[in-house]
């Protein structure tokens, strides 16, 4: 899978526990009508139960400006929960939601479906609101390497 070139997004939640987020390249679109996204989420992950719980989450398009955002989300450098929000400009979204300031697009959707596949959940959401940033060069994984295209 390593060689399946994919954009990076760090995909986020605000519920009772607080916010929560995560690296993501396993984004797609489902449909346009209604506006439907698709995100894998590792069962593992310490953020797996705020999702599931908040029924809510923003996908954010990162731009190759946006490593260090990225790696932080993707628990590189040893930040975890709340101190991930440190890197980054965050403001609250149209859903209440962390929107990553100067992304490509964000994305918030309301959670519609979860089913378990493997060692993932597959989280389904109505896109509610979009918000598009400045075209720019995109952030892509690759190789397991970061890379702008």
Do not use: I, K
């Not at 990225?70 to 929000?85: D, K, N, P, T």
């Not at 965050?90 to 959707?109: D, I, K, N």
């Amino acid at each position: 899978m390593s060689r399946l070139a994919a954009a990076v997004h760090v995909v986020t939640t605000r519920g009772p526990e607080g916010r929560a987020g995560f690296t993501a390249t396993a984004v797609a679109s489902v449909s346009d009508t209604p506006p439907t996204l698709l995100v894998c989420l590792n069962r593992r992950s310490l953020s797996a139960p705020a999702f599931h719980h908040a029924g809510r989450f923003a996908v954010n398009m990162l731009t190759g400006a946006q490593e260090a955002v990225a790696q932080s989300f993707g628990g590189r450098g040893g930040l975890s929960g709340e101190q991930r929000f440190g890197v980054g400009h965050w403001q609250e979204g149209a859903l209440g939601l962390p929107c990553l300031v100067g992304a490509l697009a964000v994305f918030e959707c309301r959670l519609v479906e979860a089913r378990t596949v493997a060692t993932h959940d597959v989280l389904v959401g109505r896109v509610e609101h979009v918000t598009l940033g400045p075209a720019r060069e995109s952030l892509v994984y690759l190789g397991r390497e970061f890379r702008r295209l």
